[in-house]
């Protein structure tokens, strides 16, 4: 079974740190997601990555970077956190196979609160 | 923006009835996902049908997809308390490489 893990389940930090979020998955899979999810907002994509040191921008980019330095582990950084950056986050995974697709393998998300 | 919008928003149903949901998108896709997210948890990924499919079966759970009318459907078969969830649609949009696009799902309330 694909696992993919983050780091912390629940995370409480305070306006202006920079934090991190980790993400790992075990099935040597090339493309890794970062995701937002809000009520009434859905799942939004902040960032990916296709390969490793390779990352895209999502949806929602702004104030928040990524980075992939090896294939099983996918950063999130928030560089100077704000409250409206409380949200759950959520990683996940997919296999590339030349033009086929597949889906996506999620963590179980983080909750992270910014006071 | 989002390009899957799930209809209803919301459900309830008692136990053994069967619950459908429906998803609407707006572009050209190479495929459509559902996904299951239990309270508070990650997303689970349940069927994946490709746009040449109309339908697609597995388990309870049977998907159709109209391309020309850019809808699809998700239909839960004899439903149990434990289906209890929020259900996302998920496009894979042609020319958006491997990025999803997620609908903002249907919460559904299985009663026993």
């Known amino acids: 079974d694909v696992k993919v893990t983050q780091s912390s389940r629940y995370l409480v930090k305070r306006t202006g740190e920079k934090v991190f979020l980790e993400c790992v998955q075990d099935?040597?899979?090339?493309?890794m997601f970062w995701y937002r999810q809000d009520p009434g907002l859905g799942l939004r994509l902040i960032y990916f990555?296709?390969?490793?040191?390779?990352?895209e921008k999502g949806d929602i980019p702004e104030g928040y970077s990524v980075s992939r330095e090896k294939k099983e582990r996918f950063s999130l950084i928030l560089e100077s956190a704000s409250t409206n950056q409380t949200s759950m986050y959520l990683c996940?995974?997919?296999?590339?196979?030349?033009?086929?697709?597949?889906?996506?393998?999620f963590g179980p998300g983080t909750r992270l609160t910014v006071t | 923006s989002q390009q899957g919008e799930e209809d209803p928003q919301a459900l309830s149903i008692q136990e053994g009835e069967n619950a459908t949901m429906n998803c609407s998108y707006k572009?050209?896709?190479?495929?459509l996902q559902w996904y299951r997210q239990n309270s508070g948890r990650g997303l689970v990924h349940l069927i994946l049908?490709?746009?040449?499919?109309r339908e697609k079966h597995s388990g309870r759970l049977r998907v159709t997809l109209d391309t020309s009318k850019k809808s699809s459907s998700l239909l839960i078969t004899a439903s149990r308390a434990a289906d209890t969830a929020s259900y996302f649609c998920?496009?894979?949009?042609?020319?958006?490489?491997?990025?999803?696009?997620f609908g903002g799902g249907t919460r559904v309330l299985v009663k026993p």
């Open positions: 996940a995974s997919s296999q590339t196979d030349g033009t086929e697709r597949y889906e996506q393998y």
């Open positions: 099935m040597d899979h090339e493309n």
């Open positions: 990555s296709y390969d490793v040191k390779m990352k």
């Open positions: 572009t050209s896709i190479n495929n």
């Open positions: 049908i490709r746009s040449n499919e």
């Open positions: 998920a496009t894979d949009a042609l020319g958006a490489g491997n990025k999803l696009t």
